[in-house]
Nanobody, 122 residues
Framework: QVQLVESGGGLVQAGDSLRLSCTAS????????MGWFRQAPGKEREFVSA????????AYADSVKGRFTISRDNAKNTVYLQMNSLKPEDTAVYYC???????????????WGQGTQVTVSS
């Protein structure tokens, strides 16, 4: 079982930046592919970004490409989501997810965090 704890959410204005962090309890974090998803009120959860455990390759939803950057620090068991040029439509609960193996193309994950709220005001 892998436990994931997100942090870094908050209330910001349009155009601001935030960095989300997700720390995993796994002893072999380096074997986990990691992803970020978000869910806005009244909407389904959607994919935001992912990073492969093996290659470090990344993937992004079109809506965040060029503004968000995912990265990982295996020594700290942590994955980050740097969010720049935030827009009101980025407002959502952001969830960290993990799976053994896989790649940045994976959209099915085995472990989920509790989520952190990001609110972007106009």
């Amino acid at each position: 079982q892998v436990q994931l704890v997100e942090s870094g959410g908050g209330l910001v204005q349009a155009g601001d930046s935030l960095r989300l962090s997700c720390t995993a309890s796994a002893r072999t974090f380096s074997s986990l592919s990691m992803g970020w998803f978000r869910q806005a009120p009244g909407k389904e959860r959607e994919f935001v970004s992912a990073i492969s455990w093996r290659t470090g390759n990344t993937a992004y939803a079109d809506s965040v490409k060029g503004r968000f950057t995912i990265s990982r620090d295996n020594a700290k068991n942590t994955v980050y989501l740097q969010m720049n040029s935030l827009k009101p439509e980025d407002t959502a609960v952001y969830y960290c997810a993990a799976r053994w193996g896989g790649s940045e193309r994976a959209r099915s994950y085995d472990f989920w965090g509790q989520g952190t709220q990001v609110t972007v005001s106009s």
